[in-house]
Structures are given as C-alpha cells and as structure tokens.
C-alpha cells in the first residue's frame, strides 16, 4: 500500500491516490472514450485511422488530466489572469491569421494546429471563480458587472471569428459561475430583461447560414435536402436505432453516409442508431454521473475558488452534453457542439480532460477547516 496524505490527514491508498485522480470520475470517462472509439470505428467502415488518431488525442488528454491534478489550486487561481489574457491574446491573432472555414478558426503552428477558442471553456470559469475568491459571496451589484465583462470580452471575440456555437457554449459557462457566486432576484431579472431586448441585435449581426440554422430549427421539413438535411437524417438514424441498436458496424444511416459530421457533432446519432434507446440510457447515465460527481466535489469544497470553479465546470460539462443531444435530436438549433469525449477532435479532447484535471485537483487537495 502506498501512502499519501490528503485534507491534511495521512491515508494509504492505490494508483489512483497516488496520482490524485479521482477513480470514479475516471472510470467513467474511459468507458465514454471507449463507446466513442468503437462508435468512430463502426461509422466511418473500419477507418483505423482515424481510431488511432483519436486514441493519441485521448492518451495526450489523459496525461495533461493528470499533470492538472497534481497542482495546487492556489497556484491556478494565481495563474487565472495570465492564462485569461494570453488565451484572449491568441483570440485577437485567430482574427486576423487564423485558418479554416468560417466557423471553424484555428491556428496553425506548423507542428500542429489548436482552437484558442476550445482554451477559453476552461479559462472563463476559471477567471470568473479567481474574481470571485477573495469577494463577499453573494456579489455586490459592481462585482456581477466586472464577472460579466469577463465572461461576455471573449464571447464577442468567437462571435466575431464567427463561431456561434462555442460563444455560447462558453458565454453559458460563464453565466453559471456568476450564479453559483449567488446573484440577487433584481440583477437576474434585468440581465435576463437586457438579453431579451438585444436579441433582435444578435440576429441582425448573424451570418445567413447562422440565421438558416435557427429557421430550420423551428421547420426542418421546409428544407429536407438543404438546410433542414442534417436534422432530419439524425432522427431517422435515432429512431431506427429501437430499443436495442441495430448492433456494432450495422448502422447503415451513418455507414452509407445519410448521417453527415457522424464522427463530430452527429456522433450520438451514429451511436444511437447502433447500440439503440438501452446503449443511449447507458451513455447518459455515465455523463450525469460525472456531473452529480463533481457537484458532490464542489459541494464540499472549502473556498469560493474550488466550490465555484469546479461546481460551474461540472455544471458546464453535463451542459455540452444537453446541447449536443438536444441539437441532434431537433430540440435545439445546430450550433456545431461536440459530444464530451466522443466526438472526434484533438483540442476539444485535451480541453476536456484538463477540465476534469482541474476537479480532481480541487478534491485531491481540500483543506481542512480551522475553528
């Protein structure tokens, strides 16, 4: 048995303790990766490829996971700021150097290429959770104003880019870590009066695929070999899927092509198709267990940083996951969300595991309260 110590008190325990991570949690996300590999393989016709291609990425996400977990929260709430800044530094060179289509903006270091914008899910909150360390919680009027500016400066930069989908995916990110800090009756009813009366604002600035999106969202059918394609070939895989799948390799949806993006954001209709309504029961579970997990973790933290911080990022990652699902099966427009941990991709991958990493890390050094 190896020993370690913990809240200040000496325990003795396995691998899991001795690199800090939390076994539960872990196990969890290993089987999701596992589903989503097989799913990626079955999909795109036995492309080992791209499974392998996806194995490094998720390898590489484990090790940063790890490495995470091992720092101290005080030093990331010391490092909030320049990360935040250098992040939104990076987001100002995607605007004018950034490669890629014009939802999808990345930056290209020749060795490899990464999304600045997929850095800022983590470094909003985690910004956010720094303002909010050392304030009086629940938050004067003058602090939810400055927290909102953090979070909104970068949600503007990615409008711009323009990507709509991880604006306000990470702009949602960021309205969670403000309410967990508590906020009053009166400013969440003016916040939610002022974005009502800026949305006509927000469409008039949306691109004109931006703006099909959200009308083929409201009729799918109005388009059913245009705008409205992807929708409608997403339910038709769900929903020939039936109780037990059609079975690994059968899914003839995603397989012949009906399903487009069936390895990115159309990843759960390629598995829904195949492993059928029990396969999807079982994949949602593994996720709402990650989240009641590090809401457990948040709840028992013992500062404003680590409640805050690792309450909105497993409020954030069980987020995706509602956004992804309900894109896919029509309750939501299609923003381009990946499925946590399933969807193929290098920086969102690493970014979700340095997520986790930052949980862990918030459970693996909680401190002991001094009467």
């Given at each position: 048995?190896s020993?370690?110590?913990?809240?200040?008190k000496?325990?003795?325990?396995?691998i899991?303790?001795?690199?800090?991570?939390?076994?539960?949690i872990?196990?969890?996300i290993?089987?999701?990766?596992?589903?989503?590999?097989?799913?990626?393989?079955?999909?795109?016709?036995g492309?080992?490829?791209?499974?392998i291609k996806?194995?490094?990425r998720?390898?590489?996400?484990i090790?940063?996971m790890?490495?995470i977990?091992?720092?101290?929260?005080d030093?990331?709430?010391?490092?909030?700021p320049?990360?935040?800044f250098?992040t939104?530094?990076l987001?100002?060179?995607?605007?004018f150097?950034?490669?890629?289509?014009t939802?999808?903006?990345w930056?290209?270091?020749?060795?490899?290429?990464?999304q600045p914008?997929?850095?800022m899910?983590?470094?909003?909150?985690?910004m956010?959770?720094?303002y909010?360390?050392n304030?009086?919680?629940?938050p004067?009027s003058?602090y939810?104003l400055?927290?909102?500016?953090i979070?909104l400066?970068?949600?503007?930069?990615i409008m711009?880019?323009?990507?709509?989908g991880?604006?306000?995916?990470?702009?949602?990110?960021?309205?969670?870590?403000?309410?967990?800090?508590?906020i009053?009756?009166?400013?969440?009813?003016?916040s939610?009066f002022t974005?009502?009366?800026?949305?006509?604002v927000?469409?008039m600035?949306?691109?004109?695929?931006?703006?099909?999106?959200?009308?083929?969202?409201?009729?799918?059918?109005?388009?059913?070999?245009?705008?409205?394609?992807?929708?409608?070939?997403?339910?038709?895989a769900?929903?020939?899927?039936?109780?037990?799948?059609?079975?690994?390799?059968n899914?003839?949806?995603s397989?012949?092509?009906f399903?487009?993006?069936?390895?990115?954001?159309f990843?759960?209709?390629?598995?829904?198709?195949?492993f059928?309504?029990l396969?999807?029961?079982?994949?949602?579970?593994?996720y709402?267990?990650?989240?009641?997990r590090?809401?457990?973790?948040s709840?028992k933290a013992?500062?404003?940083?680590?409640r805050?911080?690792?309450?909105t990022?497993?409020?954030?990652?069980?987020?995706?996951?509602i956004?992804?699902?309900?894109m896919?099966?029509?309750?939501?427009p299609?923003?381009?969300?990946?499925?946590?941990?399933?969807?193929y991709?290098g920086?969102?991958?690493?970014?979700?595991?340095?997520?986790?990493g930052?949980?862990?890390s918030?459970?693996?050094?909680?401190?002991?309260?001094?009467?």
């Amino acid at each position: 048995m190896s020993e370690f110590i913990s809240d200040g008190k000496r325990h003795y325990g396995g691998i899991s303790s001795i690199l800090r991570i939390d076994a539960k949690i872990f196990i969890a996300i290993l089987l999701i990766t596992f589903l989503g590999l097989l799913t990626i393989y079955s999909s795109s016709s036995g492309d080992l490829s791209l499974v392998i291609k996806q194995a490094t990425r998720i390898v590489i996400g484990i090790v940063t996971m790890i490495f995470i977990a091992q720092v101290h929260p005080d030093n990331l709430r010391l490092f909030a700021p320049f990360l935040y800044f250098v992040t939104f530094v990076l987001l100002v060179v995607v605007l004018f150097f950034g490669v890629g289509n014009t939802a999808d903006r990345w930056l290209d270091l020749y060795l490899f290429r990464f999304q600045p914008s997929e850095l800022m899910k983590v470094f909003v909150p985690l910004m956010v959770a720094y303002y909010y360390s050392n304030k009086p919680l629940p938050p004067k009027s003058a602090y939810l104003l400055i927290a909102s500016l953090i979070v909104l400066i970068p949600v503007l930069m990615i409008m711009k880019q323009p990507d709509l989908g991880t604006a306000l995916l990470i702009g949602m990110s960021g309205a969670i870590a403000i309410l967990l800090a508590g906020i009053s009756l009166k400013f969440f009813l003016g916040s939610s009066f002022t974005i009502i009366l800026l949305a006509p604002v927000l469409w008039m600035n949306m691109h004109d695929y931006q703006k099909q999106r959200v009308l083929t969202f409201f009729d799918p059918e109005s388009d059913p070999m245009g705008a409205g394609y992807h929708l409608l070939q997403s339910k038709i895989a769900l929903g020939s899927g039936g109780f037990f799948g059609k079975g690994l390799f059968n899914g003839t949806q995603s397989k012949l092509g009906f399903v487009p993006e069936h390895s990115t954001d159309f990843i759960f209709s390629a598995f829904g198709e195949e492993f059928g309504f029990l396969g999807v029961l079982l994949l949602l579970s593994l996720y709402l267990f990650i989240a009641l997990r590090g809401l457990s973790i948040s709840v028992k933290a013992t500062d404003n940083f680590g409640r805050i911080l690792s309450g909105t990022l497993s409020l954030t990652l069980f987020l995706y996951v509602i956004v992804n699902v309900g894109m896919v099966i029509g309750f939501l427009p299609v923003v381009g969300a990946p499925l946590p941990f399933m969807s193929y991709g290098g920086t969102s991958m690493v970014t979700l595991f340095a997520t986790v990493g930052i949980i862990m890390s918030i459970k693996s050094h909680q401190r002991i309260l001094r009467k």
